[in-house]
């Protein structure tokens, strides 16, 4: 089948040629013309038959929001689109709305795997009504990973992000965990190779996942990651799934523990911290720490 797909950075340069690889045409776009087959949105849009079937890659918000404004002007009824990006999924009910006005039907796809994704299949979360759904199967199989699991039409348009959501305030987590984990085993001086402790948990050990893997090859490459600072970025699905446990009054300490350890790593030095100290200082006159 034909696919048109935009952004093509990371993940979007990456899924191309996997679907490529299982026999479908992709006409990708970027705005990064060294990466792109074709100059504009509107050639994307030529190029394919109808009904079209377009994927949006890019950023979530202004990026996608962009993009979809524009596919809205340049699509007919009949055609789709995906947003496979890491959206908000309360946008998703929004994107429905504008394109449905128009016949263009809309899905949502969570997209898990990362740059790893050409190698070992991309695992898909997908919301929409099952007629758009149905019609991308084809697609889906190509990204998704061999094996039953990987794939799964979770619900309603928005369904697919909001899994891929709750999946990403699992990731926060579980790195949170093995972070911590490894600082205090680095801290105790008993242990001689912390390195190879990680090692030796994956196999055969409760806690052995692909993020654990994934630790072990970060020791490999920088053994006491003295190459890194202590500081990690978020960008948006972390926030979100606390959000939604707010609005549904779900208790999430974990998560919600993991997302404000990254904004803690963004400070020098803590304000708030600096109250704590003053407060000791004025109720207990215990020592402060002064600048200088
Ligand atoms: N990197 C990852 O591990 C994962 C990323 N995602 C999501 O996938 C989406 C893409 O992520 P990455 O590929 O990592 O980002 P990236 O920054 O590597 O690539 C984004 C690409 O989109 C292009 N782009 C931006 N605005 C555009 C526009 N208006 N028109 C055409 N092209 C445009 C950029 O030139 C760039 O090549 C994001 O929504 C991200 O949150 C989802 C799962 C995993
Ligand atoms: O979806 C992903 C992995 O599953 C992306 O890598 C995402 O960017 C991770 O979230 P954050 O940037 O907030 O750490």
Redesign the pocket.
């Known amino acids: 089948m034909q696919l048109g797909l935009?952004?093509?950075?990371?993940?979007?340069?990456n899924m191309r040629e996997r679907i490529r690889r299982a026999g479908h045409t992709v006409i990708g776009?970027?705005?990064?013309p060294e990466?792109s087959d074709v100059k504009s949105?509107a050639e994307l849009v030529e190029k394919l038959d109808a009904p079209r079937q377009v994927w949006v890659?890019?950023?979530?918000g202004t990026?996608?929001q962009?993009?979809i404004d524009e596919l809205k002007d340049l699509l007919s009824e009949g055609d789709t689109v995906i947003d496979?990006?890491?959206?908000r999924w309360t946008d998703d009910e929004k994107h429905a709305a504008e394109l449905g006005i128009k016949g263009i039907g809309f899905v949502d796809a969570?997209?898990?795997?990362?740059?790893w994704g050409l190698q070992n299949g991309y695992a898909l979360m997908v919301g929409g009504d099952k007629e758009h759904v149905d019609r991308l199967r084809p697609v889906f199989e190509a990204l998704k990973p061999e094996g039953p699991y990987g794939y799964v039409h979770a619900g309603r348009v928005g369904a697919g992000h909001f899994s891929?959501m709750v999946h990403n305030g699992i990731e926060y987590a579980m790195m949170q965990a093995y972070a911590e984990g490894w600082e205090l085993l680095e801290k105790v001086k008993s242990v001689d190779n912390v390195r190879e402790v990680f090692r030796s948990w994956q196999e055969g050990t409760v806690i052995r996942s692909w993020l654990l893997d994934l630790a072990v090859n970060a020791l490999d490459d920088d053994e006491h990651l003295e190459k890194l600072r202590g500081y990690a970025e978020d960008?948006g699905e972390g926030r979100w799934t606390v959000e939604a446990a707010i609005d549904n009054a779900v208790p999430l300490p974990a998560i919600t523990a993991s997302l404000f350890a990254r904004f803690a790593s963004r400070q020098d030095d803590s304000p708030q911290m600096k109250m704590v100290a003053a407060l000791r200082n004025q109720f207990g006159g215990h020592a402060v720490e002064k600048k200088g």
């Open positions: 935009i952004g093509l950075g990371k993940m979007g340069g776009y970027d705005r990064n990466v949105l890659m890019v950023p979530a990026a996608t962009g993009v496979g990006g890491n959206s969570g997209v898990s795997g990362g740059v891929k960008s």
